[in-house]
Antibody, heavy 123, light 110 residues
Framework: QVQLVESGGGVVQPGRSLRLSCAASRFTFSNYGMHWVRQAPGKGLEWVAVISNDGSNKYYSDSVKGRFTISRDNSQNTLYLQMSGLRAEDTAVYYC????????????????WGQGTLVTVSS | QSVLTQPPSASGTPGQRVTISCSGSSSNIGREYVYWYQQLPGTAPKLLIYKNDQRPSGVPDRFSGSRSGTSASLAISGLRSEDEADYHCAAWDDSLSGVVFGGGTKLSVL
């Protein structure tokens, strides 16, 4: 069974940086695009970013563009989200999600999700 | 404010049929596939419907999806207590070049 395990969350002050990781296992990580999706406390899901299987294509939501960077290390089967200039409104549980098809990138067809990691931005 | 619009809540009694709507625009639902996710309390979302009306293996046929124009719907028939969850619709938006979600609908089984 596919496994996605996020880590790196915690409490951080406004304006600071944080890097999230998503360790993938039990599938060929380098064949699939990956997304980050977040959920503020008591709110709905919000898409954050997507990266293609080889890292050559990336898209970001307007709310994080210029502040967050998605990347991956296929040799380590790990997805990253580098977050800088953090704001209170970035407080959320951050999920990584695997796309269903090898040729799929942007469609929100996610067959596996991690358990999420909580990021709290507060002074 | 979510790009896709869902009612914040819905409810039904066991055995009933309930429908959850998801309204968008020509840049998302009007031209792209719609996906539905079920999120049980304290857990990650789970894929329920893909490509408007397709069910992944393991999802009961009590769940069905449809799309018409710039709106989509999720229907749950034979409502059961374990269906009590949050339901989210999603689509790619060509104008925003990003994935958009609805605000989520909390389904209560009375």
């Amino acid at each position: 069974q596919v496994q996605l395990v996020e880590s790196g969350g915690g409490v951080v002050q406004p304006g600071r940086s944080l890097r999230l990781s998503c360790a993938a296992s039990r599938f060929t990580f380098s064949n699939y695009g990956m997304h980050w999706v977040r959920q503020a406390p008591g709110k709905g899901l919000e898409w954050v970013a997507v990266i293609s299987n080889d890292g050559s294509n990336k898209y970001y939501s307007d709310s994080v563009k210029g502040r967050f960077t998605i990347s991956r290390d296929n040799s380590q089967n790990t997805l990253y989200l580098q977050m800088s200039g953090l704001r209170a409104e970035d407080t959320a549980v951050y999920y990584c999600a695997k796309v269903f098809g090898q040729r799929q990138l942007v469609l929100p067809h996610f067959d596996f999700w991690g358990q999420g990691t909580l990021v709290t931005v507060s002074s | 404010q979510s790009v896709l619009t869902q009612p914040p809540s819905a409810s039904g009694t066991p055995g009933q049929r309930v429908t959850i709507s998801c309204s968008g625009s020509s840049s998302n639902i009007g031209r792209e596939y719609v996906y539905w996710y079920q999120q049980l309390p304290g857990t990650a979302p789970k894929l329920l419907i893909y490509k408007n009306d397709q069910r992944p293996s393991g999802v009961p046929d009590r769940f069905s999806g449809s799309r018409s124009g710039t709106s989509a719907s999720l229907a749950i028939s034979g409502l059961r207590s374990e269906d009590e969850a949050d339901y989210h619709c999603a689509a790619w938006d060509d104008s925003l070049s990003g994935v958009v979600f609805g605000g989520g609908t909390k389904l209560s089984v009375l």
